[in-house]
């Protein structure tokens, strides 16, 4: 079993310090009765997690096919249920490629590599929320 930690220190009303196995702090922090918060907050954390876990996994497929990519972006929206708890119910995710020749047939398969077996967070996720993709392709000058 892969067992992680993270530990949690309290800064002040909503707000904490994080740090998790790789030792770099990061701060969150909820909002409260309409208070702005300092820090983004753990439902947003979700989404950059989902983000970031699908982004490597689709980076690290492209560069297998020996795909260059000049820029890549994802865009991550969710959804969230009205009552308590509000877990996310609808996610999002847009995939921007930019690149020379990208081939359609590649960038689809690296996101649906990573839906269906290696983005982790993804398949926790769609254990919730219904996971919906999209992608463009823009290609490089």
């Known amino acids: 079993m892969d067992k992680k930690e ?6 002040k009303a909503f707000a904490f310090l994080a740090k998790a196995g790789s030792n770099h702090w990061v701060p969150v922090e909820s909002a409260h009765q309409g208070e ?6 753990p439902m947003e954390l979700v989404l950059v997690a989902l983000g970031g876990c ?7 497929i492209m560069e297998k096919k020996r795909a260059v990519l000049t820029r ?13 708890p509000k877990v996310y119910t609808k996610i999002h995710i847009e995939y921007v490629f930019e690149g020379k020749s990208l ?10 590599l990573s839906r269906t077996k290696y983005c982790s967070v993804s398949a926790m996720l769609g254990k919730t929320a219904e996971i919906t993709h999209s992608y463009k392709i823009l290609e490089s000058r």
């Open 6 to 11: 993270a530990a949690l220190h309290h800064v």
């Open 36 to 41: 702005p918060a300092a820090a983004t907050g």
């Open 54 to 60: 699908t982004g490597a996994d689709v980076v690290g």
């Open 72 to 84: 890549f972006e994802i865009n991550v929206s969710g959804e969230r249920a009205e009552t308590h």
């Open 103 to 112: 081939k359609p047939n590649d960038v689809e398969q690296a996101i649906e």
